[in-house]
């Protein structure tokens, strides 16, 4: 099966830009995960969907980051302005369904450096 | 959420065995033991878990103690391509449960 796809793989921009991130999950995936990882740091969850609804958004920094699945498939994570500590890899992750025992499947990332 | 405690970093030698320690104290009795490895540049990967017996799948096998306060992810012949980053997760039992990763253990793997 093809895995988790994420686009772009790197991106640079200057604080105060805005940036965006696509995930498009394991086909069948009803389960999606952004996490942020800062480098020497495990992965952090940002947002979890369920289909195209949120089931947790609680360390997700609202008042610059959003995130959206409106037809349940794919999904965008944006960062508007960005900051200097938003430099890290957004991983995209999907499991069958949300909990236990589902293993997360996730993408390779995008690295983003903010300057 | 209960928490796991791994060592920061181990050494291995190729086609050995390696044996990775968690320590979990505070384990709970819906809590479900995963191991995660990430290799570099790359996003997590599944690796195995459990709850009380020992599993076996054909990436790793896991030890769970009796009292399940510790356990241990056994790769039985390390090859390069396992060194990685591995990470020691309690997943509660339930519909939307969290995965929380910690720092995880760096294995290097001497060929």
């Known amino acids: 099966e093809a895995g988790v796809a994420q686009s772009p793989r790197y991106k640079i921009i200057e604080k105060r830009q805005s940036v965006a991130f696509w995930c498009n999950p394991i086909s069948g995936h009803a389960t999606l995960y952004w996490y942020q990882q800062i480098l020497g740091q495990g992965p952090k969850l940002l947002i979890q969907f369920q289909n195209n609804g949120v089931v947790d958004d609680s360390q997700l920094p609202k008042d610059r980051f959003s995130a959206e699945r409106l037809k349940g498939v794919d999904s965008t994570l944006k960062i508007q302005p960005a900051k200097l500590e938003d430099s890290a890899v957004y991983l995209c992750?999907?499991?069958?369904?949300?909990?236990?025992?589902?293993?997360?499947?996730f993408g390779n990332g995008t690295r983003l450096t903010v300057t | 959420d209960a928490k796991t405690t791994q060592p920061n970093s181990m050494e291995s030698n190729e086609e050995e065995p390696v044996h990775l320690p968690c320590n979990h104290s505070?384990?709970?009795?819906?809590?479900?033991i995963h191991w995660y490895r990430q290799l570099p540049s790359q996003g997590p990967e599944y690796v195995i878990h459990g709850l009380t017996s020992n599993v076996n799948n054909r990436m790793a096998s896991l030890a769970i103690a009796e009292d399940r306060k510790s356990s241990t992810l056994i790769l039985h012949r390390a090859t390069l391509r396992d060194a990685a980053v591995y990470y020691c997760i309690l997943r509660r039992a339930g519909a939307n449960s969290k995965l929380t990763f910690g720092k995880g253990i760096t294995l290097s793997v001497r060929p």
């Open positions: 992750a999907s499991s069958l369904s949300p909990g236990q025992p589902s293993p997360l499947h």
């Open positions: 505070t384990i709970s009795g819906t809590d479900y």
